[in-house]
C-alpha cells in the first residue's frame, strides 16, 4: 500500500534531505514545498513587488495566475525548481531570497494557491513532501507525519556549510539572525502556521546523524506502511 509521508519542521533543520534521500530509498516522488514559496518569492522580487523586507501582497496576488512552478529531475536524479519553465534552483536558495520568503509565505491567496497544487501532487500516495504544514494543512490525512526539531545553533551551521557548499558564503551571524526570525514568523502567521500535528513522531536530529536519521525514518516507514 502506498502512503502519504509528511515532513515538518523549522528552517535548515535538514528535514529537506533526509525527505530526498527517503523518497529515493522507498520509490516515492518527493515534493520540496519550501522551493515552491520560494520561487514565488524570486518572481515578486524580479518583478518589484518585494524589497526591503516588504511585499506588495495586492500586486503580487494579481500576477499569481501568471506564475508557474514545476520540477524537473537532471541526469543525476536532482530535482531542478522551474518557475515559468526557467530553472531557478540555485537563485531560490540565496540570501535575497531566504530573506523575503517567510512574509511572502504568510500571504494567504499564496498559500491557497500552492496548498491546492501540492495536494494535487499528492492524489495518488506514494509521496513525500517536505515544508510547515503539510501533516497540519496539506495532507492532514497523512498516513507518516514526521516533525523535525533541531536547534537554531545547529541549523545556522548547517545552513552556512550548505550555501558555502553551494559557492555562496555567508556570514554566521547573519544566517542565525535570518534563521531566528522566519522561525519567528513562521509560527506566528495566521495563515496555517509552523505547528507539529498532534499525531506527528517527533525527531530531534541535533545530535543525530545523516545515517541515524535515516535508518530511525526508514523503521517508521517500514512499521506504518507495512
Ligand atoms: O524549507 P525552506 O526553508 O526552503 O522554506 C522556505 C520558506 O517557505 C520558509 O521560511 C517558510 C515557507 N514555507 C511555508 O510557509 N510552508 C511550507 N509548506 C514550506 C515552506
Not at 78 to 85: C, D, K, V
Amino acid at each position: 500500500m502506498k502512503i502519504i509521508v509528511a515532513i515538518d519542521g523549522y528552517s535548515s533543520s535538514g528535514k529537506s534531505t533526509m525527505a530526498r534521500r527517503l523518497a529515493h530509498e522507498i520509490g516515492y516522488l518527493y515534493v520540496d514545498s519550501g522551493a515552491m514559496y520560494r520561487a514565488v518569492t524570486l518572481y515578486a522580487l524580479r518583478h518589484g513587488f518585494a524589497a526591503a523586507g516588504r511585499v506588495d501582497a495586492e500586486g503580487l496576488i494579481s500576477d499569481l495566475p501568471a506564475i508557474e512552478i514545476s520540477f524537473a529531475l537532471d541526469e543525476a536524479g536532482n530535482q531542478h525548481t522551474l518557475l515559468n519553465g526557467e530553472d531557478v534552483e540555485k537563485e531560490i536558495r540565496g540570501m535575497e531570497v531566504s530573506e523575503m520568503v517567510s512574509p511572502v509565505a504568510a500571504i494567504p491567496e499564496v498559500r491557497r494557491r500552492l496548498v491546492s497544487l501540492q495536494q494535487s501532487y499528492g492524489s495518488d500516495k506514494g509521496i513525500v513532501m517536505d515544508g510547515r504544514d503539510i501533516g497540519t494543512t496539506v495532507f492532514p490525512g497523512a498516513e507518516m507525519k514526521v516533525f523535525v526539531e533541531a536547534s537554531p545553533e545547529v541549523r545556522a551551521r548547517r545552513r552556512l556549510l550548505e550555501l558555502e557548499e553551494k559557492g555562496m558564503p555567508a556570514d554566521y551571524d547573519e544566517v542565525y539572525a535570518n534563521i531566528c526570525e522566519r522561525d519567528r514568523i513562521d509560527t506566528t502567521r495566521a495563515e496555517s502556521p509552523l505547528r507539529k500535528a498532534d499525531d506527528a513522531l517527533v525527531l530531534d536530529n541535533d545530535n543525530l546523524t545523516r545515517e541515524q536519521q535515516m535508518a530511525w525514518l526508514l523503521e517508521r516507514f517500514h512499521e506504518i506502511a507495512g
